[in-house]
């Protein structure tokens, strides 16, 4: 069993950057791929970014603006967010896999509470 807690969401206007912070407790968080995922208003939760031991995935439209980084010793995931678009809103999700990386919401696990971004123009 793992346990997320995201973080760092709020408002911010067009441009600007924040950082999410997805905490993890519970059984050996090294085991796990842990992924950003986020959902707008009446669409569907989507793939944002992943980090599975050395490597990074990321969608296409966060490419060069989002960076996901690791601590495992503070068993804490981050997303940086940089140059924010307003289609960037949505709620943030990170999720837990015990397997390799996939970037389909099914194949996880584990999921947090979310933590809200809204980029306003």
């Known amino acids: 069993q793992v346990q997320l807690v995201e973080s760092g969401g709020r408002l911010v206007q067009a441009g600007g950057s924040l950082r999410l912070s997805c905490a993890a407790s519970?059984?050996?968080?090294?085991?796990?791929?842990i992924s950003w995922f986020r959902q707008a208003p009446g669409k569907e939760r989507k793939f944002v970014a992943a980090r599975s031991g050395f490597s990074s995935y990321y969608v296409d439209s966060v490419k060069g603006r989002f960076t996901i980084s690791r601590d495992n010793d503070k068993n804490t995931v981050y997303l940086q967010m940089n140059t924010l678009k307003p289609e960037d809103t949505a709620v943030y999700f990170c999720?837990?896999?015990?397997?390799?990386?996939?970037?389909?919401?099914?194949?996880?696990?584990?999921w947090g509470q979310g933590t809200q971004v809204t980029v306003s123009s």
């Open positions: 519970g059984r050996t968080f090294n085991d796990y791929v």
């Open positions: 999720a837990a896999r015990a397997s390799r990386f996939s970037a389909a919401v099914s194949a996880y696990e584990y």
